[in-house]
């Protein structure tokens, strides 16, 4: 990848960067005029861009970067050599990502104006030539951030405030508008979004959807429109029959290995990729499922774990304890002690950072709870970071600009977990008294206080509509509660000790359980009633459980250092998959599904595909 560079009042064309030395960069859309007005990469080799109309376009986009702080931008016309057809061909397969990738997004509208004269510029961004051309696909959906702007260089908004007026104009879905991942949505609903928009070459309506269809094929100008279309189209049948097994190892000696094998045959070693890595401590996904950020001591790594392609290293002031996602992907909240590794202390401070995912920078720091930090979770609606721990109090900071405007006491001890509800308007906390309250956030107030548990509340969870609280703890039972009402809906006995992780399925019906006996159990969440199977293998300490976003499969890790993988409606045993060395201490699945992330105490973060 070429990119931009302004430096010295000038701007630069920079050389071939390889992934890892990639810096935050800006990327400008925009629709083609006349091919000869457009300035192209030998226009830059040469010193004689300037002089060329399509210079104006460039100037612009370098002075919304430099005012965002941006050193880096990106341009289609000229970072491409496109006389090289193994260039074309990579930057056509990586330009989905590119995109995805960029800090910011500027849409320049030729065709919109905001003079004196045209005061209404809705109409003309209605009817703008932006919306009928098919690579601007891609570069409406693929960046977290797209600001449009009138020829003038009037910024006209974003993405998010004019979702309404690009859903009627466009007729994309307001979900894929918001950012949810392509691969959330099936073929017919990813071809509409393509519907009446049209290219100067007939092939380019079919290579200008890889990235939307997150596939690739190579690049053959001059096979014509049908045969490309028809590519595209066996592709796409494919990838979706297409059953491999993948794993990405990272280990706390700095290899990363990539393994791929069919089912029910040995793992074999696919790519190897070398790195100077600590051991992990935490690790997390961006909600679009292409990000995995691994924190170690002090440093953040930040990694596209398709490709093993390190994104970015993010340093840390403090030792890191954890690390949470916004919904949207573009903040990264960390937490991190002053004391030293292993240690802690009273005198000791735990502080958050966040960070823009994207570009790197830390965006604010918050010196907070004076022990041990616990836990931290995002609001769904993302306005909100919760954190607690130890230290008898839950804080709520303004996700944007990093303000307390809460502080929740009367806990006792360790708060051990926090919840939100769906719609953003309650927060459940649990802690070590065994009581669990219930906070509006809006106004701060405790609107109930639950205390049928005899000990340590372990774990919390709201199922996905909100309606049903579940708590499990020390005392071996799950309690449901009408999260509307502040009922006792069910007590699910079954457990013996400990209780250590729960969670609901995609669709509310069921809640799965795991303990210190090392077995797995399903209730129903509505009757309470237990399912036929309690899941019991190999496991003596089950440490963490997940559903699968489709609710059919379930995941749970153990101190055995063994996951198994279940199949949640008959509780058939699916797979086991070993590689820990020792406890797992976590297991999650992307938000589309189709990989799980295992994470352990021996250092050792694997992805399994």
Wanted: charged letters at 20%.
């Amino acid at each position: 990848m070429r990119l931009l560079q302004h430096r010295d009042g000038a701007i630069h064309l920079t050389g071939d960067l390889f992934d890892f030395e990639i810096p935050a960069y800006a990327v400008l859309s925009h629709t083609w005029g006349n091919p000869r007005d457009e300035v192209h990469f030998k226009d830059m080799v040469e010193g004689i861009a300037q002089h060329k109309p399509g210079y104006k376009k460039i100037e612009f986009c370098c002075e919304k970067a430099v005012k965002d702080g941006l050193q880096y931008f990106w341009v289609d016309t000229c970072c491409i050599d496109k006389s090289s057809s193994a260039e074309l061909q990579e930057a056509i397969t990586s330009m989905f990502r590119w995109y995805q990738q960029a800090a910011k997004c500027y849409v320049y509208l030729g065709d919109v104006t905001t003079d004196y004269k045209q005061c209404n510029w809705e109409q003309a961004f209605q009817g703008s030539r932006w919306f009928t051309r098919g690579w601007t696909l891609q570069e409406l959906l693929a960046p977290h951030t797209v600001e449009f702007f009138s020829q003038e260089g009037w910024l006209l908004g974003d993405k998010k405030c004019l979702k309404n007026l690009i859903r009627e104009i466009t007729g994309i879905n307001n979900k894929a508008l918001k950012g949810t991942p392509m691969s959330q949505f099936n073929t017919n609903e990813r071809l509409l979004c393509a519907k009446n928009r049209h290219t100067t070459r007939g092939e380019d309506e079919a290579y200008s959807l890889l990235g939307i269809f997150g596939i690739s094929m190579p690049v053959m100008y001059g096979e014509g429109r049908g045969s490309a279309i028809s590519r595209l189209k066996k592709e796409i049948h494919e990838a979706t029959r297409r059953n491999t097994e993948e794993m990405l190892q990272i280990s706390n000696l700095g290899a990363v290995t990539l393994h791929s094998a069919k089912p029910n045959r040995d793992l074999t070693e696919w790519r190897k990729l070398e790195s100077n890595r600590d051991s992990l401590n935490d690790l997390a996904f961006s909600s679009d499922g292409t990000t995995l950020a691994m924190g170690s001591n002090k440093e953040i790594a930040l990694l596209n774990w398709q490709s093993g392609r390190a994104l970015r290293t993010l340093k840390c002031q403090a030792r890191l304890d954890a690390l949470a996602f916004s919904p949207d992907g573009v903040t990264l909240a960390s937490v991190g002690t002053n004391g030293p590794f292993g240690e802690m202390r009273y005198r000791d401070y735990q502080t958050i950072t966040l960070w823009d995912s994207r570009s790197g920078v830390a965006l604010q720091t918050l010196q907070c709870h004076p022990h041990l930090v616990k836990n931290i979770a995002f609001s769904p609606d993302g306005t909100i970071l919760a954190s607690g721990g130890y230290g008898e109090a839950v804080r709520l900071w303004n996700s944007q600009s990093g303000a307390l405007f809460q502080t929740y006491e009367g806990r006792q001890g360790y708060v051990f977990s926090i919840a939100f509800s769906s719609d953003s308007t309650i927060l459940a906390s649990a802690s070590k008294d065994g009581v669990i309250i219930l906070w509006d956030i809006q106004s701060g107030v405790a609107l109930q206080k639950l205390e049928d548990h005899q000990d340590f509340i372990l774990s919390i969870a709201f199922s996905p509509n909100s309606m049903t609280l579940a708590s499990a703890g020390s005392d071996g039972i799950i309690r449901l509660w009408n999260s509307q009402s502040v009922s006792a809906l069910q007590t699910l006995k079954g457990h013996q000790r400990w209780i250590q992780s729960r969670a609901f399925s995609s669709d509310d019906t069921t809640l799965t359980s795991a303990g210190i006996i090392g077995a797995v159990e399903l209730g129903n969440s509505r009757s309470g009633a237990a399912l036929d199977h309690t899941l019991q293998r190999r496991q003596r300490c089950i440490n963490s459980i997940a559903f699968s976003p489709d609710g059919t499969t379930l995941a749970s890790a153990g101190n055995n250092g063994v996951i198994n993988l279940w199949n949640s409606c008959s509780g058939a045993a699916l797979q086991t998959l070993e590689g820990h060395e020792g406890t797992v201490c976590q297991v999650i699945f992307s938000p589309d599904g189709a990989t799980l992330a295992s994470a352990g105490n021996d250092g050792v973060t694997r992805l399994w595909r």
